[in-house]
């Protein structure tokens, strides 16, 4: 798992990067997340808004963070925007217990019922947690059915928890992972990760439910065109996934040809922290981010 401590230099770090980061994160109110989020739907596209903030080690931070969730779907509401929510299970306890982490997300899901789209995203972390996630997502969805998980391409184990997902129904996201694995864990190289998301991408399209394709890859997004039109899949029966601020004439053209296209909103103060871990996590990280500032 990405480590929770930011160098001391994150001030400065902050105040040279600014430039980078606002691209890629709302803002870091509620409130000028709903205006981004306004400009997305005016082009077609839905979002899916994430408050940054990871690994909170106290239950006061943890619960500090399940309401700011439940203010946001709130905000949602009065808001009229076209929007559900994601939410770090290490932002709202699980580093404290798993049944802590349970108890806030359920809150987080009820509270979600009252919206227009009430599904709630449980991301997926670093390895160190990815058993603790899927045990707290199955005991909540047992509870609660608007909720779904994500699952990370480029780990050795996730072709088996895919067809636990198919199995069940459950609405998965797909990504191909952002944290640096031990090669024990996770595949390397991008020829073999990008071979595994087409095998599962492919299985969540023609067996899975309503699955969500979170890529910027345009050979990915290629062949998911091309393999969905082979066969016969419903433009509607899934949608593409993108980060706010990457690619967004991509983005429009996709929702222009009929696809559903779903925006990924980070917002919040911990921007800094957010924006470094993404870079420092890979290198790939680093030089798509570099290239996504000159092209669309």
Known sequence: MASDLIPATDATFGQRFFFLARRFVAGETAAAAMDAIEQLNARGLTATLDFLGEDSRGRDEALRARDEYIGLLRAIRTRGVQSNVSVKLTAIGLLVSEDFA???V?????AAKRNADPFVRIDMEGSAVTDATLR??????AVHANVGPVLQAYLKRTPDDLEGMIATGARV???KGAYDEPAELALKEMPAIRGAYLRMAESLLS???YPAI?????RIIAAVQAYVAENRIARDAFEFQMLYGIRPLLQQRLAAAGFRVRV???YGTHWAG???????????????????LFKA
């Open 173 to 175: 996201r797909l990504c």
């Open 274 to 292: 957010y924006f470094y871990r993404r870079i420092m996590e890979r290198r790939e990280n680093a030089l798509f981010v570099l290239s996504s």
């Open 264 to 266: 990924y909103v980070p």
């Open 136 to 141: 707290v997502f199955e005991r909540v969805r």
């Open 207 to 209: 067996r899975g439910t």
């Open 102 to 104: 349970a108890e806030n």
């Open 214 to 218: 979170a890529t910027h890859d345009a």
């Open 106 to 110: 359920g809150a987080i899901l009820a």
